[in-house]
């Protein structure tokens, strides 16, 4: 159990590994879950399933051993995100309808707290581009997840879904507010999801080009009053007045 608890919770080289190869299998698992959309559910596919799926739960099966406020824990939308994904891949008997939850694992990436103050520690494009790589990685999630939900429920009755990249192409086109109309939706459950699509991703997108656009920020605690995002060239917090000690690569 200490061992556990250093390789989850600890600051020492080996947990900061080990948390690096979870960051690395939870990309991996969105390749492997975006790639095998495009393909028919096989013998080899249920087996890599049910190998990620052992992976993803006792993961899971740690994290509540390590945690302390376990009603909290069990409330966060990452929880039940990775609870609903293990279910997923540990069940390929149900088909590939309800594959495309396995994308849900996304949700913890890069939003675990010892992760990102590691990669902003140790890489410092991470640290100049945190919120971009934040901002991108919420983006592609609501979109694989949209995707994979549009083609469950439209592929057997909408002739323009086909598969998997019709479904893809008819959320970026709605997302970006592009709409070239060569692809809608059937039914009133169709034009539900796209709304959604457009709610909620519209708002995503226009995030990212807000994070794009606006000046470059640096993200470093004040001492004093504890604000975390300043200027490069900050020299004193805009809050409090309080001297900072922002590190820089020579470049700015």
């Not at 509540?64 to 939308?77: K, Q, S, T, Y």
């Amino acid at each position: 159990m200490e061992i556990l608890r250093e390789l989850y919770r600890g600051d020492t080289t080996r947990a900061h590994r080990f948390r690096y190869g979870l960051l690395i299998l939870d990309l991996l698992v969105i390749v492997y879950v975006v790639a095998t959309s495009f393909v028919d559910l096989g013998r080899w596919i249920v087996v890599i399933d049910v190998i990620l799926g052992v992976l993803i739960l006792a993961d899971f099966a740690v994290r509540i051993v390590l945690e302390h406020d376990r009603g909290r824990f069990l409330l966060r939308p990452a929880t039940w995100a990775d609870a609903i994904a293990a279910a997923a891949f540990l069940a390929p008997v149900i088909g590939d309808d309800l594959g495309f939850l396995r994308v849900l694992r996304t949700l913890r990436l890069l939003h675990t707290y010892q992760v990102v103050r590691r990669l902003r520690k140790d890489h410092a494009f991470f640290r100049r581009n945190q919120e971009l790589i934040l901002a991108l990685a919420n983006l592609a999630v609501f979109l694989f997840i949209m995707t994979g939900l549009i083609y469950v429920t439209q592929h057997q009755t909408n002739p323009d879904i086909r598969n998997y990249a019709d479904a893809l192409y008819f959320t970026v086109t709605t997302l970006t507010t592009t709409g070239f109309g060569d692809i809608t939706l059937e039914g009133t459950r169709g034009r539900m999801l796209s709304v959604l699509v457009m709610i909620i991703g519209v708002s995503l997108f226009l995030r990212l080009l807000q994070v794009l656009f606006r000046p470059t920020k640096v993200r470093v605690e004040c001492q004093s009053c504890g604000l975390l995002v300043h200027d490069l060239d900050a020299v004193h917090c805009k809050h409090c007045g309080a001297i900072m000690h922002i590190e820089t690569e020579g470049l700015l």
